[in-house]
């Protein structure tokens, strides 16, 4: 099988060349085969400082180092790619990004977070089923090691609830959770999945938590870390036993990531429900009212 002809649109996170690397270095000990990124539409935004400040910088990597064509516009880049990595940073584009990708039939992967705001999300969803196209997002902490270890556990039994954790930082252009909580928020819904009722979340200096009730009684928490030592990782409650892990440094995250990526544009087939990300975004949104509302928020409140 010939190697699959990768397109990036937004060069504005560190994902874009730190993805390429894992894709295009067969040297790298942390390389993935199956694919080769070769085009790219650098796109950015102009009212956020961490998408502007660095998007030059990462396109003359990809164009230095990889040798990455560079295109004006998604639609002509889009005539010589077979697949495509949505990496803008900001989600308040992905809508837009994202339209010519589903319409064209690329497989496209777009990167956290998802949107932000469900709306956006629900319309994403949408198109990719009018157009069937293979859609899939995620953060890269559904695949760290130590996580999908536990996830995994079968020693567990029966999961009656989740604490997951992770640190927190905040930008007004994507509130709440939307920019770092997702990581967190991801992990939780990897081990309770769909079925959220409703949302409560406590701000303090220190933290923000968000408690949420599945649909079964069970009872799912996002710890947010503001303050003191930070990691990601998860608490799960069983049935046998009680399980505690934190992320894996010792195996990058983005590499367990991009071999789930490259299964994903090989088969067509995501590795889970696109309706799990709809109700993180959901969650998301719902904990923003929340906090500005001070009172538990039923997920349908947003959903309709």
């Known amino acids: 099988m010939s190697d699959i002809k990768i397109g990036i649109i937004g060069f504005d996170t560190s994902h874009v060349p730190a993805f390429t690397k894992i894709i295009n270095d067969s040297s790298d000990p942390f390389y993935v085969p199956g694919g080769k990124v070769i085009a790219g539409v650098p796109?950015?935004?102009?009212?956020?400082?961490?998408?502007?400040?660095?998007?030059?910088?990462?396109?003359?990597?990809?164009?230095?180092?990889?040798?990455?064509?560079?295109?004006?516009?998604?639609?002509?880049?889009?005539?010589?790619?077979?697949?495509?990595?949505?990496?803008?940073?900001?989600?308040?584009?992905?809508?837009?990004?994202?339209?010519?990708?589903?319409?064209?039939?690329k497989p496209v992967f777009i990167d956290k977070p998802f949107t932000a705001n469900y709306e956006d999300a629900e319309k994403i969803v949408k198109l990719a089923e009018k157009y069937r196209c293979p859609l899939f997002s995620c953060s890269s902490l559904r695949y760290d090691a130590n996580i999908s270890r536990l996830r995994d556990d079968s020693e567990i039994g029966k999961i009656f609830g989740c604490d997951a954790f992770g640190a927190e930082t905040r930008i007004d252009v994507m509130p709440g959770f939307f920019w770092y909580g997702i990581h967190g928020i991801e992990i939780l819904f990897s081990v309770m999945k769909t079925g959220c009722?409703?949302?409560?979340?406590?701000?303090?200096?220190?933290?923000?938590?968000?408690?949420?009730?599945?649909?079964?009684?069970?009872?799912g928490a996002y710890r947010g870390i503001k303050q003191g030592a930070t990691s990601y990782g998860m608490t799960v409650f069983g049935e046998k036993k009680i399980s505690h892990t934190t992320y894996n440094p010792d195996i990058p995250i983005y590499s367990m990531l991009v071999k789930e990526i490259m299964k994903f544009f090989q088969s067509g087939v995501a590795p889970f429900p696109i309706e799990e990300t709809l109700e993180i975004v959901a969650f998301m949104e719902a904990s923003l009212i929340s906090e500005k509302e001070k009172r538990p928020v039923e997920l349908k409140e947003v959903t309709g």
């Open 43 to 105: 796109t950015f935004s102009k009212d956020f400082d961490l998408s502007y400040s660095r998007v030059e910088g990462y396109k003359k990597e990809l164009v230095e180092k990889y040798n990455v064509k560079i295109f004006d516009n998604i639609e002509e880049m889009l005539e010589v790619v077979d697949a495509v990595l949505l990496e803008s940073v900001d989600g308040r584009r992905h809508l837009k990004e994202a339209e010519p990708v589903l319409r064209a039939k």
């Open 197 to 219: 009722r409703s949302v409560e979340v406590v701000n303090t200096e220190s933290s923000d938590i968000a408690i949420g009730v599945w649909n079964d009684e069970k009872i």
